[in-house]
Structure formats: structure tokens, C-alpha cells
């Protein structure tokens, strides 16, 4: 297919009707983006949405699924953001969805404060690394450690974005919940609910979703949790479902 570059291939969007360009070498979206999709709170009918770190767009594509709303995705590497917007346009989804190039460090003053109703983010999970330690691929680099965004970068972007009363939905690492709990308070996000994913049942937790309310009343919920594989390495019936919707 002509609109294809490089070593770029085109894949299904699994239970959504839905295709998106991925690249082995750049960037491809894993389970963590899919199950941040399902798991955020969203206005069916309309709304604005932003996605921070949005990659190859996955998760906005995603979004636009689930509700009929604005969608907005922001990705600081340029590759990737062609990917994204190529990925819309092939769906033809551009009336609801659009892409930015840019930092999320500048949104807020870019976009305005308080303008969105939902924000979603899927940041990098890793403390920038020695050089000598790092990726050699660059967006591979970009995409898993903090180079060019912080998890406080991300928190705090997510808080002045969203309106009062709206919700941010980050998904991460379960060893940064006291992170993330510490810096969405600092800026006047409310977790109000969490869920741990494991890999298999009586393995530690491998991932991590949370959910805030802009200027919330304290009240956590701990969702059930949600295991990926059951003891003959196949999805279990609740991962089948958000995959496949079967």
C-alpha cells in the first residue's frame, strides 16, 4: 500500500472495526494501551478527550469507539506522529480526531487550561538510563524512559488540562503508584480508582491504572484484578473480551 513507508505494516484494531500503521522498528502498541482505552471513564456522546503520549495514535483510535466526542492526541516524535495521522485518515476519523506535534510541557498554554473533559496518558515508564544503558533506537529510547517527559511533566500537564471535575487516566508500573498518588494530590488530582493487572494468577502485578478526578473528595476504589493469562498461557475471558469483544 502506497501510503505505507519504510517497514511499516498495517494491523487490526481488534474488537473495533478499525486499522492503525504500526512499525517494528519505531513504534508498536502493547496491552498497557489497550487496557488504559477501556479502563478510562468516557462521555459517550460528547465531549473533549486528549491523549498525552499518544505514540502511533492507538489510543485515541481506540477512544473514538467508545464515544462519539472530540479527540485529541499529542506525540513529540515527529515519526510518529505521521504515523498517527495517517492511521486517522485511512479510518477517516478526521472530524473527530486530530493529532498534535508538540510537547505536552506546552499544551496547556498551547490548548488552554481546564478545556478537556478526560485525559489519558501512557508516559514513559523508565528513569532515563546512562547512555551506555540506553536504547540504540531512538524512538524506542523516547517512548520507554523520561528523556523528553517526566512522570511529574505528564501529572502535572494532565491537571491543568482537564476541567474541574474531569478525569485523568494514566496507566504505569506498579512501583510508581506512591509516585504517581503523591504527585496527582500536589496538583489537585483525586485518585478514585485503581486496578492491578498480573500476568498469571500468583504472579506479582506487572502494570498499573489509575483514574482522578480534577479537585475530587477523597474516595479510592480498588477495582478487582485483572489477569492477563490463565495456567495454559491463553488470554483469560476478561482480557479476550476487551481484545476481541468476545
Do not use: W
Not at 17 to 23: A, G, H, K, P, T
Not at 183 to 206: D, H, S, W
Not at 223 to 240: D, F
Amino acid at each position: 500500500m502506497d501510503f505505507l513507508k519504510e517497514d511499516e505494516r498495517l494491523d487490526y484494531l481488534l474488537a473495533e472495526d478499525l486499522r492503525i500503521i504500526q512499525s517494528p522498528s519505531v513504534f508498536s502498541f502493547s496491552l498497557d494501551a489497550v487496557l488504559l482505552a477501556r479502563f478510562v471513564y468516557v462521555p459517550i456522546q460528547k465531549g473533549n478527550l486528549i491523549d498525552l503520549c499518544s505514540g502511533n495514535g492507538v489510543i485515541p483510535l481506540f477512544l473514538s469507539a467508545r464515544t462519539k466526542g472530540m479527540i485529541t492526541g499529542v506525540e513529540i516524535q515527529e515519526r510518529l506522529f505521521d504515523m498517527a495521522t495517517r492511521s486517522i485518515e485511512y479510518n477517516h476519523l478526521q472530524e473527530r480526531l486530530h493529532m498534535i506535534h508538540g510537547d505536552i510541557k506546552d499544551m496547556p498554554k498551547r490548548l488552554g487550561y481546564g478545556k478537556f473533559d478526560v485525559v489519558t496518558c501512557n508516559p514513559p515508564y523508565f528513569p532515563t538510563p546512562s547512555s551506555d544503558e540506553m536504547n540504540e533506537n531512538e524512538h524506542l529510547a523516547i517512548a520507554r524512559h523520561e528523556i523528553l517527559c517526566t512522570l511529574e511533566d505528564a501529572i502535572q500537564a494532565s491537571s491543568h488540562l482537564v476541567k474541574q471535575g474531569g478525569k485523568v487516566a494514566f496507566v504505569h508500573r506498579p512501583g510508581r503508584l506512591l509516585d504517581i498518588v503523591t504527585l496527582m494530590r500536589k496538583y489537585k488530582l483525586e485518585p478514585k480508582k485503581i486496578q492491578f493487572v498480573y500476568p498469571k494468577q500468583g504472579k506479582e502485578a506487572n502494570t498499573l491504572l489509575i483514574e482522578a478526578t480534577k479537585d475530587g473528595n477523597p474516595d479510592l476504589k480498588i477495582l478487582p484484578p485483572l489477569i492477563v493469562y490463565n495456567e495454559g498461557n491463553e488470554y483469560t475471558p476478561e482480557i479476550k473480551e476487551i481484545l476481541y469483544g468476545t
